[in-house]
């Protein structure tokens, strides 16, 4: 077996027997199968205050929620995804890289004749089993929850757009796990290695949003956009900011696929950062030098 | 000097030379900026749109424009306080980890444990040199977003605006110190270290994303861009005659919000700084007299948190096999 082949294998055993991996895992599906249920939920509830409103004569707005798709149940699994989903994968991807050089076992595969992008993209190809594997129970279990909300299965075009929701997840994820493997090799120290990602995912997920429409960092957290401000200042900034805001692009592809009545457009250009995010993050982790790979933790 | 302050100023020393120490109170305080700035900005986009229509309905004849926008100068502070609640709880979590954490892998443990030093001065002077650490991390924020608010807000502020920052400041360094305490508690009594780091993460996003995120997720008013009843052309009054029928998912929705101390810090800000509409100019007296009910928790909380980060750092478990 190669050393492609034989690191993805082990990559995956070691996820495997990692505890406090499981921990987050174990999180982070059983949110996005709670999301369907809040989802709905809140759904019925908000149609009852429509309904009253109505009957109390307050409104003649038609209903905003007339005719939603029953993939609207599954927008809170979106932030699901962008919170516990992104911070699992950046713990699975500095586990994978620190844990070699803290137990010098890098040494070890190393010395044998191995060439480190094979080694680097075969831990890279375990992980991204890991969260395809994840990512494939939460949201076949989230299918079943909106066939028996919806009172039948699914068709095939909300089936396909759950698909490529869990693919356009794992994406994103496996950058973040990327992210995760970077500073793992880079840093000098564990709690280093596992704050710097954090650091940046904050930054992406609050900061650069909110420089660019003006959206506070707690609404960030809400499935529906926040409404961008516009005009002088913002329409400037947002053209630089937006295509960083990866999440934020995230959060539109998703909604859009997902036929969220909110959210408009087209989402091939969000596809496509999340994409080249992907690729230049698989380049930069695959390019680490052999030295750097076996430097050794300074705790 | 008693060993409890003689730890409490290592901690205070060897925080002062950490560069990430540095980076993350950095981070915190560049993105406590920005939130001001945007803030400031965004107000001043909608002034100028506010102008234009009154030109232009001048222009065509209108002799009565509508309310021009009023800039309430704390209102500023809204994503700051949101950061604190985010960032701010994260970086608290790590530096509490931290200070358990570098004894073990420095080894200064045991050297430490072979001094004659009483059964809670470690635990007890790591928890006093974090919270004078988090005072003096405040009080530096605090006169910075009061500066932004002045110099980019081009925002004047009254005395009362002041005592009301400082109020929030105090809410602020309670709630730090509650997440430092609890994850120094966390760190102490797990086996390997990355896991009492990775499981105060995990508290973290139950308690500061996920909970606070699943009660504005079920709130009604949150389900349509601008609100719900906006859409709707609800009047506030009829909004909350039509919600008095919705009692029991409401009751559900704000127990979770409730269950999550991030969202009786969140509260007790916005109510002081008159960032919640409700409380926008109410005299202290009247926001304290709605409020104590949350300022009393959050100090319990911390009271709990402290207790359990000195009760549960023992000689035992700090010595535990490191791996």
Not at chain 2, 83 to 106: C, D, P, Q, S
Not at chain 2, 210 to 222: A, C, R, V
Not at chain 2, 291 to 318: D, E, H, K, P, Q
């Amino acid at each position: 077996m190669n050393t492609f082949l034989v690191s993805a294998r082990h990559e995956m055993l070691n996820t495997r027997r990692a505890r406090t991996a499981h921990i987050l895992l174990i999180v982070f599906i059983g949110m996005v199968i709670a999301s369907s249920v809040i989802g709905w939920v809140t759904n019925q509830t908000v149609t009852g205050v429509y309904n009253k409103v109505v009957a109390d004569g307050l409104t003649t707005a038609p209903n905003p929620f007339a005719g939603v798709s029953p993939l609207y149940y599954a927008r809170n699994a979106v932030i699901y995804v962008l919170l516990i989903g992104s911070l699992m994968a950046i713990v699975l991807g500095v586990q994978a890289t620190v844990r070699d050089r803290k137990a010098s076992t890098v040494d070890l595969v190393l010395s044998r004749p191995v060439a480190t992008p094979a080694r680097l993209l075969g831990q890279l190809a375990g992980l991204a089993v890991v969260l395809a594997a994840v990512i494939g129970i939460s949201f076949s279990v989230s299918w079943l929850i909106f066939s028996i909300i919806n009172g039948a299965p699914l068709g095939w075009g909300d089936t396909g757009r759950v698909i490529a929701f869990g693919l356009l997840s794992w994406v994103l994820l496996t950058s973040f796990a990327l992210l995760g493997m970077l500073t793992g090799l880079r840093s000098k120290q564990q709690t280093t290695a596992l704050l710097v990602p954090f650091v940046i995912w904050s930054a992406v997920a609050f900061v650069l949003p909110q420089i660019g429409t003006a959206a506070r960092p707690v609404s960030l957290l809400n499935p529906v956009p926040a409404l961008a401000s516009t005009g002088g200042y913002f329409d400037v900034v947002s053209a630089f900011t937006g295509p960083l805001s990866l999440t934020e692009q995230f959060k539109r592809a998703s909604s859009i696929i997902l036929q969220d009545p909110n959210v408009t457009g087209e989402a091939t250009s969000s596809i496509l950062i999340l994409l080249a995010f992907l690729v230049i993050m698989t380049v930069v982790v695959v390019v680490t030098p052999r030295n750097r790979m076996r430097s050794g933790l300074n705790e | 000097m008693s060993s409890t302050w003689v730890i409490a100023s290592k901690e205070l020393l060897d925080l002062r030379r950490d560069r990430l120490f540095a980076v993350l109170i950095g981070f915190l305080a560049i993105a406590t900026l920005i939130s001001v700035g945007v803030a400031a900005a965004a107000f001043r986009t909608e002034l100028d749109a506010y102008n234009l229509y009154v030109q232009q309905l001048a222009a065509s004849g209108s002799t009565t424009p509508p309310a021009e926008p009023q800039l309430f100068p704390l209102q500023l502070l809204r994503g700051g306080v949101e950061y604190l609640e985010i960032l701010g709880a994260l970086f608290a979590i790590v530096l509490g980890y931290g200070t358990v954490a570098k004894e073990k892998y420095r080894g200064t443990l045991q050297l430490l444990l072979s001094r004659p030093v009483g059964r809670f001065a470690i635990p007890a002077g790591k928890v006093l040199g974090l919270a004078v650490v988090w005072l003096v991390v405040v009080a530096v924020l605090t006169l910075l977003t009061t500066l932004a608010i002045l110099v980019i807000g081009n925002a004047p502020l009254q005395g009362i605006d002041l005592v009301r920052i400082l109020i929030a400041a105090v809410v602020a360094w309670v709630y730090l110190v509650f997440w430092s305490s609890l994850a120094i508690g966390i760190t102490a009594l797990s086996p390997r270290l990355s896991t009492g780091l990775i499981v105060s993460i995990v508290v973290w996003l139950a308690f500061v994303l996920i909970i606070p995120q699943i009660g504005d997720t079920m709130d009604p008013d949150n389900q349509v861009p601008g609100g719900l009843f906006a859409t709707l052309q609800i009047q506030k009054p009829d909004e909350l005659k039509v919600l008095a029928n919705f009692a029991a998912f409401d009751g559900i929705r704000n127990g979770l919000e409730v269950s999550s101390i991030t969202k009786h810090f969140e509260r007790l800000s916005f109510a002081f700084l008159g960032i919640k509409d409700k409380y926008n100019q109410l005299p202290l007296g009247l926001v304290w007299a709605d409020m104590w009910g949350y300022a009393i928790t959050l100090a319990a909380a911390t009271l709990a948190s402290v207790t359990f980060a000195v009760g549960a750092t023992t000689r035992r478990n700090l010595q535990r096999k490191i791996s």
